[in-house]
């Protein structure tokens, strides 16, 4: 079997950042994903980002993710695409990983091993909610900004976050009318200046409403929504019957951690982190030696954090080939640590700073 | 119903008289002056870096609210396109006897044309007043987010913050 340094799993923003600074360390690397091309979901993300200027803030997410390539090619890193992993087998060579390749199997033993898979949305469920028309807002995402396809022209938004929130802006520039974003909480759960580019353009936001049924015959036709209370019950009278032809639902996303379950790694349960989280130390590792994680995997967050987790992880990695002596990687994952520390303040991110605490506290023996 | 940008999407009065992005009303009648409509703590700083006359501090931490030095800013605009949350604009008041200017980032297709009269609308999309289209800025400095800028009658120079679009 193959042998390899070191092997990342998934080429998303994460797996990206993290297979550079593997290769910037002199580390030999192979990054692997299952999809046709890399780049996670960089690009169908056509706003400009937010975050510090020195680190690509104000830069469009494909610019990004081009930018990533470029470097991930010139690093000497190999890429190896439309190749889903289906196993992570700590060994006592080292880790295995079993993957499929043009419907072959194939297996790489790697001595170290970053999990960097994302995470993936949330679903929600109403009467009708199996309508054709109805789907995830990455989805709809995916249809508009990659394959230029709108999937409909009268849209109703379920949920405020970010994603919610962005993705109806980015509907209305491919020509689409969004209807009302309807979010169950009592207030804006993303930016609001992502909520205001949408009210400028007259799309109503209303908070303390939910989704009650999507009706029609072959496909969604019509939604009816409902004004909710505090403890999201519906009330009675306040109901609403739209003509939609699309459905899009941003209610949140969770970490998709199978390899991580498979492979053996402790977990703790944090619900503003998208729910179980592999446990994981101030160098990304997991409970499993050797392997670690960064990005949604290690608890759901943005772009932003993702980059960063994924470079601290490459530096763990590179340190821990001994690629690095300790007194050349200290103060590089301090430089990253600090940056992450930084996009985790403010109102929205003091929330996920002190998540990652607990997280991190849960690898002390916390848990 | 609750005021402000966590319950609307649009910050209210109140905030925008806090907001350290957003000048006096003095400043207004001076000339040609940004006015940055960031109230909410959020990570980000391109603003910063932006301005040619380093007349926005954003500093540290990231998250704090960008702050505009009146006297620094000469209403050039740059900012404009370079803000991720299009959340700044360029308010001329004074453009002549009764019209004022006012440019934001507008990044739906088609554009307008310079000279045509339009729909303003203000924060909340709802119809204003009609103005007339003065410029349509794009170029490669700002990433596909045009500046369009409208002339209104002057009361309403801090009300219309964008147009239909098509």
Redesign the interface.
Known sequence: MRKVQSLVIGAGPAGLAATIEIAKGGGEVVLIDENAKPGGQLFKQI???????EHR????GYDIGTQLLAETTSSGAEVLLDSPVYGVYPHNEGIMVSYLHREQEKALLAEKVILASGGMENTLSFPGSTLPGIMGAGCAQTMINVNRVLPGKKVIMVGSGNVGLIVSYQL??AGADVLALIEGA???GG?????????????P?K?SHTIKRALGENQVEAVEIVQVDDKFRPLAGTEEIIAADTVCIAVGLSPLTELAWLCGCEFTYIPLLGGHVPIHNENMETSVPGIYVAGDIAGVEEA?TAMEEGRLAGIAVAQALGLYPPEEAVPLKEEVWNRLN??R?????QKRFDAKVELLQAAKGGN | MNEGVKYTGIPSAEELKTCPGVVSVSRLEKGPVAVIECVQQIPCNPCEKACPFGAITVGQPITSLPVINEEKCTGCGLCIACCPGLAIFRVHKNYTETTSLVDFPFEYYPSPQEGSVVDCVGRDGQFITKGKVNKVKKNKQSDGTTVVSVEVPKKYCMEVRSIYRK
């Open positions: 706003h400009k980002f937010f975050g510090s200027k803030a104000g830069i469009r209305m520039q009592p207030s804006i930016y609001g200046v992502h909520a205001g580019k949408i009210r400028r353009a007259g799309t936001i908070v932003s930084t996009l303040t403010g109102p929205f991110g």
